[in-house]
């Protein structure tokens, strides 16, 4: 008998202990396995009525110390008090299963070197991308390939209020009210919209996938504020469709790694990922590209993916890469290049814009002289970015975007954008 | 150390050889790993001078037989003398990784039996769609969930003379006279282009996802010869894209699987995968859907797939799951329905047609009166089966798909398709 502890039953948690309890599931292992204690913020809450009464406790001990639980699995969230729980379950010979990407992203060095030493399972599958499974397959690419390049949309909530600004023209504010009243956003929604979401599983793919320990603070994070309705009109113009995306590239013992708007061909795959699913491309030097396409939240999805690391772990089957040192280092954006799309707000004068342009050297095309917009020629990020920040602009009152991999749609419209 | 002894030294087998000497993967894994023994035809051949002289043996005994030898490789293809061999080496206590799917097709219980009862792996994720990581997935996935449907696009070479015909005009025959000089068909195409090899993949796909021996007797397999010129002209005016597809799905203990071509919305992810690349679509109760897309053959995508199985192997991963019984039965194409594109030659009288359609009870709206070619109502896909079966057609004086999912297009267009 494998006994679990799930510390937290939010929508994550209810979604496990129905696929732990499901006739598919308990046919297809060989063990009996049970979920014996539930950690709950409130034990006088009215429960569903297929909990057994006896299985909630307000007393983490009585999981993270309990002999009788041989795994843990954490799905409350946050940092504290999960790491200190995770940290003590693994001082106490118990695996961890956990789909906390915040605490993943922080502290998965530490965490599976504990693990490692007490030759436990620590596994984090549910913690990117909901049900896609990711983690352990690029583990696993990672130790055949040299890992050169990862891409993706990993955020629901901002995929959702992008279409939505897109197919119905709504202002980024209306299209993220739609989305908290729908339930795609939270209350707060500053984790999805400045890209810290995705920041955070950027981190745990980077990791893994350049076998170093990618820090949050390595990656360029902007999120998906400064696009106004009158870049939605630029865009369609161009053919091209804005999407945050995560993307990570290595050469050598170097990398590049941002979370940032970025305008993408509308024919191309990564155009064609609707509201809350997810893609993950990977590019290694023996298998190619990769894609892995999916729900990237919701209860069912993400619980798959827990009970994903709890058949691992059943099956001894946890793989001990070790992230400690730092085999790569990061050159900010220097790695990627492409054309950028610029508007600048009116209160900029457009002359004080074309001449700054000039000192760093940038060519590029007008789109439009009201509020000014234009495109780039392919430029290094890092020049872009240098320019952005020698302007010192404020707030909402400019966007810059990298326009991905869509040049040829870019000349074949040239001659009609520039009389816009 | 861990001695490989590699049975072939083709395509895929010299693509195995670079991996496993390459730096990223031996500094990957902690072992020293190693392969000892390589079986060729002709031992007298002159090779690449990057293999050892002694590496060669003509004498499979040197591999099966040998004590020393850990894990055997087979990348020769065919049944025999594979089966044999493989046989022996499970026998001799020899872990087994294979790319073969025609052996994998037909005796993957056996094979998985023997191995379990020796506590050895028998793995083979090298046998379908090349460097996509599916056979893995799909057994883990198939452990949580109720797999509803598998679908995808699994053959390059038809791939490419459907995409040749589409984009180039070409004929059949031209088109696939180009993928032989290109080296995408072999000199003997029937595998490919009569769907077969679809169908070795799918039989093997659907057998893990669910949880049952599923023989190829049990799918229905068309390949893409009577796809003519004039058809994907009208398929063009449809906006529709021609694929060959791999297709099972289950409902309860019944099942209908399919390897044929199919008509998708342009639009559709199916319709983007390009020439060699393969895309395999699976639909859980608790996941969703998920994609995996990427290369599906090559030398190095291949490889990778087999050094994945022998890092399992390694690491002692590898998973019982048995298919002996059969849990589900097959309903022909009973479960599949949609409209069809049916296209018939000159030779045969147009009303003889349109009274049997009548007999039938299907509906149809014609699109051209000269070859007579039409599209039908929403139809069970059995029905149409039926239909084709009564018409006694032969050879190539006739074409008919299952338009996938595409109604809406099909709406929209429907005006000015009548007219044609």
């Known amino acids: 008998?494998?006994?679990?502890?799930?510390?937290?039953?939010?929508?994550?948690?209810?979604?496990?202990?129905?696929?732990?309890?499901?006739?598919?599931?308990?046919?297809?292992?060989?063990?009996?396995?049970?979920?014996?204690?539930?950690?709950?913020?409130?034990i006088n809450k009215e429960r569903n009525s297929k909990y057994p009464k006896d299985i909630?406790?307000?007393?983490p001990k009585e999981i993270i110390d309990n002999p009788e639980i041989d795994i843990v699995i954490e799905v409350m969230g946050g940092i504290n008090p999960a790491y200190k729980y995770i940290t003590k379950a693994l001082n106490n010979k118990k695996h961890v299963v956990t789909a906390n990407k915040?605490?993943?992203?922080?502290?998965?060095?530490?965490?599976?070197?504990?693990?490692?030493?007490?030759n436990l399972g620590f596994l984090?599958?549910?913690?990117?991308?909901?049900?896609?499974?990711?983690?352990?397959?690029?583990?696993?690419?990672?130790?055949?390939?040299?890992?050169?390049?990862?891409?993706?949309?990993?955020?629901?909530?901002?995929?959702?209020?992008?279409?939505?600004?897109?197919?119905?023209?709504?202002?980024?504010?209306?299209?993220l009210s739609l989305a908290k009243d729908l339930g795609y956003a939270e209350a707060d929604p500053t984790n999805d919209i400045e890209g810290f979401d995705v920041l955070r599983k950027l981190a745990i793919l980077s990791t893994i996938a350049f076998k170093s320990k990618i820090e949050l603070k390595d990656i360029l994070c902007r999120g998906i504020k400064s696009i106004k309705k009158e870049d939605i009109i630029f865009f369609k113009k161009l053919r091209l469709k804005?999407?945050?995306?995560?993307?990570?590239?290595?050469?050598?013992?170097k990398f590049s790694s941002v979370v940032e708007p970025m305008l993408v061909n509308e024919n191309s795959t990564l155009s064609t990922v609707k509201d809350a699913f997810?893609?993950?491309?990977?590019?290694?030097?023996?298998?190619?590209?990769?894609?892995f396409y999916g729900q990237g939240a919701g209860k069912s999805p993400t619980a798959n993916a827990v009970i994903s690391d709890v058949v691992d772990i059943i099956n001894k089957d946890f793989d001990y890469s070790l992230y400690k040192e730092k085999n790569?280092?990061?050159?900010?954006?220097?790695?990627?290049?492409?054309?950028?799309?610029?508007r600048i707000s009116e209160d900029i004068k457009n002359s004080e814009v074309f001449n700054r342009l000039k000192k760093f050297n940038i060519k590029y095309e007008i789109l439009s002289n009201k509020d000014l917009a234009l495109v780039t020629e392919h430029i290094p990020a890092n020049v872009m970015e240098d320019f952005i920040k020698s302007m010192d602009f404020k707030?909402?009152?400019?966007?810059?975007?990298?326009?991905?991999?869509?040049?040829?749609?870019?000349?074949?419209?040239?001659?009609a954008i520039t009389i816009i």
Chains 1, 2 share one sequence.
């Open 328 to 342: 790569v280092s990061s050159v900010n954006t220097k790695l990627f290049s492409g054309r950028y799309y610029l």
């Open 395 to 415: 707030g909402n009152d400019y966007c810059y975007v990298r326009i991905d991999g869509a040049l040829e749609t870019m000349k074949s419209k040239e001659a």
């Open 1 to 42: 008998m494998i006994k679990i502890g799930l510390l937290g039953i939010g929508t994550v948690g209810s979604g496990v202990y129905e696929i732990i309890n499901s006739e598919t599931f308990r046919n297809s292992i060989d063990e009996n396995i049970t979920i014996s204690k539930i950690l709950v913020r409130n």
């Open 102 to 118: 915040e605490l993943v992203s922080i502290y998965l060095d530490e965490l599976s070197e504990k693990a490692y030493e007490n």
């Open 56 to 59: 909630f406790t307000d007393d």
């Open 124 to 175: 984090f599958e549910a913690s990117v991308a909901g049900g896609i499974p990711i983690i352990k397959p690029l583990t696993k690419l990672s130790k055949i390939n040299d890992i050169k390049e990862i891409k993706g949309i990993l955020n629901g909530t901002t995929n959702f209020i992008l279409t939505k600004m897109i197919d119905e023209n709504l202002s980024f504010d209306d299209a």
């Open 278 to 291: 997810n893609i993950v491309s990977v590019t290694g030097n023996q298998v190619g590209e990769l894609n």
């Open 242 to 253: 804005i999407k945050l995306v995560a993307n990570a590239i290595k050469e050598n013992n």
